[in-house]
């Protein structure tokens, strides 16, 4: 690991929390696109710190991973909206397109994704593309701890997601759902 590197990690890792300033301006020098008013605590972000677009007010909890992968594109793999706040040992990973909403709330150890590998047989799964689809999640929702969210998942504005649940099909707006797989609740 280069020397730049290290010290990056290091910034990005201390758990004083006059260091979000540090962190935000190591970020931002780097590429990546923080608003106003944002906490960043310990954070990882493995590479690309260009694909990140946080608004203005976000706020990330310790041992958030922001991990987008891929060549450099036009926009940002991962966008999250105003005044969301990301619990920790939450993981976003993105290699075409995660959107987060304003005003969101996730729970700790979740994870939201828009891929996954293909399963064709005959070949070894490590060897095979990714399947890639867009995943969003609206505004003013509401995800509970642990849950999971896959690939090309449209939560939509106002809904709340249960607690341990996995996310495999839309959420329409307004709706609670929970489960492995989630279904609506009422």
Known sequence: ???????????????????SRVRIAVLRFAGAQIGRDCRIESIQLPRNPWDIELADGVALDRDVVLLATGSRMSRPRI????????????????????????DVMIGPSCYITDHDHGTHPGSPVSQ????????????????????TILKGVRVGNNAVIGAGSVVTKHVAPNERVAGV??????
């Open 1 to 19: 690991m280069a020397i730049g590197d290290r010290i990056i990690n290091l910034v990005l890792r201390s758990p004083a929390s006059f260091c």
């Open 79 to 102: 966008s999250i909206g105003s005044r969301t706040y990301i619990n920790r040992r939450t993981i976003i990973d993105a290699s075409l397109t995660v959107m987060i909403g304003a």
């Open 128 to 147: 095979q593309p990714l399947v890639e689809v867009p995943t969003s999640i609206g505004n003013n929702v509401w995800i509970g701890a642990n849950v």
């Open 181 to 186: 797989p989630a279904r609506r609740i009422r």
